[in-house]
C-alpha cells in the first residue's frame, strides 16, 4: 500500500493539464504572428499616402521649375475648394445635431483656428524650398515626429511602450540614411541665400503640421471624419482664398496657361485632394505617429521618380534607408499603445448616452488599449476586486 502522501502526490499529477507542458514558439510562428495580416493591411495604407505626397511633390516641382509657376497658396485654395464642394455641402444636407449650422453653433471657433493651423503649415513648409536645400527640409521635416508625440502623450493621454520609441528611431536612422546619401550625391536643390530663415519656416511647418494631425486624430476617432473635412473645406477656402488675394495674385497673372499647366495644376488637386480624404481614414485604424513615420518613405519614392524624369543620381544607401524605415514601422506597430484612463470612463466617453454605472473597486484599474498601431492585441476586460 502507497503511501497517503505519495498518492496525493501521484494523483496530482496525473490530473494535471497536458496543455502546461508546450514547446516554445519556432521562429516562423514567430515571425507570422508579427507579421499578419492587419499589420500588412496598414503597411500598406502608409504607403499609398506616400505615393500621394510623392504625386504632389511632382507636380509642384514641374510647375514651378519648367514653367514657372511659383503659386503653393493657389495650389492649397483648389484642394481646399475640393473639400468644400464635396464634404462642406454634404453636411449641410444632413439633419439634427451632425448638420452644419449645429456644428458652426457648438465649435466654430476650434475649427477656425485648425483651419488657420493646416494653410500655413502648407505655406510655410513650401515657402522654406526658396531660402533652404531639399537636405535641410527634408531633415528638419522629421521634427513633426517628436512634436506628434508629446501632444498625443500630453492631450490625447497615448501611452507608449519601450517597443515604440525603438521603433521611432529606426525610422529617423532610415531618414538620416536618405539625407546622407542627398549629401554623398550632391542633391543640394533650393539652396537659397538666407538659409537660417528657411531652417526656420521648416521648424514652424512642422510643428504645425504636427498640431493639425493630433488635433485630426481626435476629431476622426472621437466626432467624424466628415465633419473634419468639411470643415476644413469651410474655413480652408475661406482663409485661403484671403490670402492668396493678398499675396499671390500677381505671381497668378503671370502664369502662362495652357493644357499642360491645367493637367498639372489638376493632377497635383487630385493628388492633394485624395490624400486630404484618406488620411483620417488610415489615421482612425492606426494613429498621427504611425502616419507620420509613414510619409518618411515619400521622399524615397519621389526620388526613384526623379532617377527617371529628372535624371538623378543614384546611390544604394537610398535603398537601405527605405528598407530601415519600412523596419522601424514593422517596429512601432507590433505593439499597441493604450490610454492612460479608466476604461470604463473612456468607452463611457465614447457613447455618451449610456449612464455610468458605480462599482466599488479595490486597487488601480488597468488602461484601456486603443488600437492605435497595426498589430490589434486583444486583452481581456480587467477584473474588478469587489471589497
Not at 21 to 32: D, E, G, H, I, N
Not at 56 to 62: F, N
Not at 116 to 125: F, G, R
Not at 150 to 157: D, I, M, R, V
Request: proline share 3%.
Amino acid at each position: 500500500m502507497m503511501p497517503e502522501h505519495q498518492n496525493h502526490v501521484v494523483t496530482t499529477i496525473e490530473t494535471m493539464p497536458s496543455e502546461t507542458v508546450t514547446a516554445s514558439p519556432s521562429l516562423f510562428q514567430r515571425m507570422k504572428k508579427v507579421f499578419n495580416r492587419e499589420l500588412l493591411l496598414t503597411l500598406a495604407l502608409g504607403q499609398v499616402l506616400s505615393l500621394l505626397i510623392c504625386g504632389i511633390g511632382l507636380t509642384s516641382k514641374y510647375l514651378a521649375d519648367d514653367y514657372h509657376a511659383n503659386t503653393p497658396v493657389f495650389q492649397s485654395f483648389l484642394n481646399y475648394i475640393l473639400l468644400f464642394l464635396v464634404y462642406t455641402t454634404t453636411l449641410a444636407v444632413r439633419q439634427g445635431e451632425e448638420n452644419l449650422l449645429a456644428i458652426l453653433k457648438r465649435r466654430w471657433w476650434k475649427y477656425m483656428i485648425l483651419g488657420l493651423i493646416d494653410i500655413e503649415a502648407n505655406y510655410l513648409v513650401i515657402k522654406a524650398y526658396q531660402y533652404t536645400t531639399l537636405t535641410s527640409v527634408q531633415l528638419l521635416d522629421c521634427f513633426v515626429i517628436p512634436v506628434v508625440l508629446l501632444l498625443s502623450w500630453f492631450f490625447l493621454l497615448v501611452r507608449y511602450k519601450m517597443l515604440h520609441f525603438v521603433g521611432v528611431g529606426v525610422c529617423l536612422l532610415g531618414m538620416g540614411c536618405m539625407v546622407g546619401a542627398d549629401v554623398l550625391v550632391g542633391r543640394q536643390q533650393g539652396l537659397g541665400d538666407h538659409k537660417l530663415l528657411g531652417d526656420l519656416l521648416v521648424l514652424a511647418g512642422a510643428t504645425l503640421y504636427g498640431i493639425s494631425n493630433v488635433c485630426e486624430e481626435f476629431i476622426v476617432k472621437n466626432l467624424s471624419r466628415v465633419e473634419f473635412l468639411g470643415m476644413m473645406g469651410l474655413f480652408g477656402s475661406f482663409f485661403s482664398g484671403i490670402q492668396l488675394a493678398i499675396m499671390e495674385h500677381k505671381e497668378l497673372l503671370k502664369v502662362q496657361w495652357d493644357w499642360q499647366i491645367g493637367l498639372l495644376y489638376i493632377g497635383f488637386s487630385a493628388c492633394m485632394f485624395g490624400l486630404y480624404s484618406f488620411m483620417p481614414l488610415v489615421i482612425k485604424r492606426t494613429s498621427a505617429t504611425a502616419v507620420n513615420l509613414s510619409l518618411l518613405t515619400a521622399d524615397l519614392y519621389s526620388l526613384f521618380c526623379g532617377l527617371f524624369l529628372f535624371q538623378y543620381k543614384f546611390s544604394g544607401l537610398y535603398l537601405l534607408s527605405f528598407f530601415i524605415i519600412i523596419l522601424g514601422l514593422v517596429f512601432y506597430s507590433s505593439s499597441s499603445t493604450y490610454v492612460a484612463q479608466d476604461p470604463r470612463v473612456y468607452k463611457q466617453f465614447r457613447n455618451a448616452g449610456n449612464a455610468i454605472t458605480d462599482t466599488p473597486t479595490v486597487g488601480p484599474l488597468e488602461p484601456s488599449v486603443t488600437y492605435t498601431s497595426l498589430r490589434q492585441e486583444i486583452e481581456e476586460e480587467p477584473r474588478i476586486r469587489v471589497a
